[in-house]
């Protein structure tokens, strides 16, 4: 019998995606399956990882409300707006300095933090009081939003293998005022829990495909070979997260990649053989769905529940999300 991983990243390239992977620069395998799975809107997509991303910022209003943020900006020759799907986020439209250098962000009254990025640590829905598991933490976006949203009272439990990364981790959540945390410096796949969380966040490790915007480099970085180990490392990571939570707790999976191999082919193997998970529909906002099938494969029910996010239809970054919850 054919494995299906075979079928999955089996390297097709017609003369279509070798015409448009010459011309925007990419690795034609990427080009390929975007025309596989999105047809003639393949091309918006790719025109729409040519456009800069503009930088946004998450007020922090743990430590000052967010009217006071833009108007001391404002006077300091900032112009910013308010991005309407996200409660703490604004788009830096205009600026004198880098945002990463004024005085109000060294005092951690914000955080620079892409809009899906953003949007996916509302997602994760963390309440206070709460045990949450941050998988892949650092640099601490999406864990400094779980202690902003429950006034620094859920109890985080931050994961990060890479020292220097581990450093920029802590750092970030200090600056923004945080103390309810561990940083537990290793592989999430052997770091031993204490108790079992409510929540695990997984921002897996990715090839970073939606992020081309803010780093072109990765049209061409990530080999279909390289792919197919982040994959088998996301399956890993995930089946984990989801013996990890307690009964009744919810895993938030979640890739910053356009690649079906990072998003619905991760939740499909994953939920083989796992009848006490359900994914819940995420209707805070109008995701795309999930592709319920791909190259022949059609993938576990479950994963239609799953949503992406695209730059050429949300304007942000290329995301999977996915909220999954253990039956308790
Ligand atoms: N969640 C972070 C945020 O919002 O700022 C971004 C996480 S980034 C997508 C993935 C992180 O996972 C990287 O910092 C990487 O070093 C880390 N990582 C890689 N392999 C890991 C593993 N086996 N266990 C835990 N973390 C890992």
């Known amino acids: 019998m054919t494995d299906p991983d075979d079928v999955i990243f089996a390297e097709r390239v017609t003369k279509e995606a070798e ?30 990882n040519e456009l800069p991303m ?33 409660p703490h986020g ?28 953003m949007l996916v640590g509302y997602l994760l829905g963390a309440r206070p009081g709460e045990l949450v598991l941050d998988m892949a933490a650092a640099p601490g976006g999406k864990a400094s939003q779980v202690l902003q949203l429950t006034r620094d009272s859920a109890t985080l439990l931050a ?19 945080f103390s309810n945390f561990v940083i537990i410096k290793g592989d999430a796949m052997n770091v031993s829990v204490p108790a079992s969380p409510d929540r695990v966040l997984l921002d897996a490790p990715s090839s970073g495909e939606g992020i081309i915007r803010k780093d072109p480099s990765r049209k061409r970085k990530t080999t279909l070979r390289d792919l197919r180990e982040i994959h088998k490392r996301q399956v890993n990571l995930l089946r984990r997260a989801l013996s990890l939570v307690r009964p009744g707790g919810v895993v938030l999976y979640a890739a910053c990649s356009t690649a079906v191999e990072e998003g619905e082919y991760v939740v499909h193997k994953s939920l083989t053989g796992l009848d006490d998970v359900k994914a819940e529909p995420m209707v805070e906002f109008p995701f795309r769905r999930a592709f319920e099938e791909y190259r022949g494969l ?25 909220r999954l919850r253990r039956l308790g």
């Open 19 to 48: 015409r448009l992977a010459e011309r925007y620069g990419y690795l034609p395998y990427i080009v390929e399956r975007y025309l596989e799975l999105l047809g003639n809107e393949a091309e918006d997509l790719l025109e729409s």
């Open 54 to 86: 503009p930088d946004v910022l998450r007020c922090n209003d743990y430590k000052i409300s967010c009217s006071e943020l833009a108007s001391r900006l404002g006077e300091g020759g900032f112009a910013i707006t308010k991005v309407p799907f996200l």
């Open 90 to 117: 604004y788009e830096i439209a205009e600026s004198p300095i880098s945002p990463g250098a004024t005085h109000e962000y060294l005092k951690g009254y914000y955080y620079l933090q892409d809009p899906g990025s």
């Open 159 to 177: 994961v990060e293998p890479k020292r220097e990364r581990v450093k920029a981790l802590r750092s970030n959540l200090q600056r923004l005022g």
């Open 298 to 322: 059609r993938f576990d029910d479950r994963v239609s529940a799953c949503g992406r996010l695209f730059p050429h239809v949300h304007g942000t970054e290329g995301f999977f999300v996915c």
